[in-house]
């Protein structure tokens, strides 16, 4: 019997336990995960079987929701953060690691955090999820992914105002994201031969030149270098003819040069069902693709649907690695 998916409980006054509730009436025992967490922070009418093994999950799955108790410094009020509770989410992100690491958990998934709240209650150090992951697991360069059935892209820069992009665009920066998506479409999806697009970084891909120099000067031969690499690599394509869906048969993933990029094609494609994934990691680690949504918190209206497909793409992944 596979090993369950750890589901991190996120910022416990967001709409993460709602979802993760929801998430588990969907799945039952078709998607096995014990959410780990503090019980107090989940709906109350949630059936819980608390468990100390992960891998009795499967067995609790159909009639209850498996939790390992993780408690918490303080109750949580939908929609109002308590910087009390910080560390708790810290913790219980440390604790999947190691779970996942001794093989007692297949792979992570993740409820949503509030970096803020982090920062302010517990001097969380990091710019997020992604790099307090790589951290943990000695990794120096992780990679993002937004995957749905219609779409995957990779932003080779991710957070940075867009002034800051031809720079922190570099060479090196640019290879390793395409080294590292190669590798998990190969060993986390399956994908014998993965077919790569890589996008320009200047409208037209530059135009010869007309509408910039990048393309010119760096980018047109790192592709030609890398292609057959452990993948077919084409481009650098003109962004805005690279996601129609003509486009998107010639490729299973498209490296962009910038957040907006990659994120605008995929939100408007499938907004509902994307799914954040991180590459370059020794495990399989997914989450949905929202924040934590503390305006909703509690009213039930939150949609389970990114959270449902990150679990089952979790699953998918955790069963080819």
């Known amino acids: 019997m596979s090993a369950p998916i750890a589901l991190c409980c996120g910022e416990p006054a967001g709409v993460g336990p709602e979802l993760a509730a929801k998430a588990w009436h969907e799945l039952r025992d078709s998607c096995p995960f014990v959410w780990i967490g503090d019980p107090r922070h989940l709906p109350a009418d949630t059936p819980i079987g608390e468990l100390s093994d992960p891998q009795e999950a499967a067995r609790l799955s159909a009639s209850a929701m498996p939790v390992l108790r993780h408690d918490f410094a303080a109750p949580a009020l939908p929609g109002q953060a308590e910087p009390s509770n910080a560390q708790g989410v810290i913790d219980v992100i440390r604790r999947a690691v190691a779970l996942v690491q001794d093989g007692s958990v297949s792979a992570i998934c993740t409820a949503p955090i509030n970096k803020k709240v982090l920062v302010d209650g517990a001097a969380f150090g990091y710019p997020g999820h992604t790099e307090f992951l790589a951290a943990l697991a000695e990794r120096e360069h992780v990679v993002m992914m937004l995957a749905s059935d219609q779409l995957r892209v990779v932003p080779a820069t991710v957070h940075i105002a867009i002034a800051e992009v031809p720079t922190a665009l570099t060479p090196d920066l640019l290879r390793q994201t395409i080294r590292i998506t190669a590798h998990a ?5 399956g994908i014998t031969q993965p ?9 037209h ?12 000067s760096w980018i047109n031969s790192l592709v030609a270098d890398l292609d057959g690499q452990d993948c077919t690599l084409t481009g650098p394509h003109p962004a805005d003819t690279l996601f129609h869906a003509a486009a998107r048969d010639r490729y299973d993933a498209a490296i962009c040069m910038y957040h907006d990029q990659a994120l605008i094609p995929i939100k408007t494609l499938d907004f509902d069902r994307g799914v954040n994934v991180t590459l370059g990691l ?20 939150a949609n389970p649907t990114s959270l449902i ?13």
């Open 282 to 301: 020794p495990f399989v680690r997914t989450s949905p693709d929202h924040g934590t949504a503390f305006d909703i918190a509690g009213k039930g209206i």
């Open 195 to 203: 077919r790569i697009a890589v996008a320009g970084l200047n409208p």
């Open 309 to 321: 497909e990150a679990l089952k793409l979790a699953q998918r992944m955790a069963a080819i690695t």
């Open 205 to 216: 891909a530059g135009e010869g030149g007309l509408m910039g120099q990048e393309e010119l």
């Open 185 to 189: 479409l190969k060993n986390q999806f």
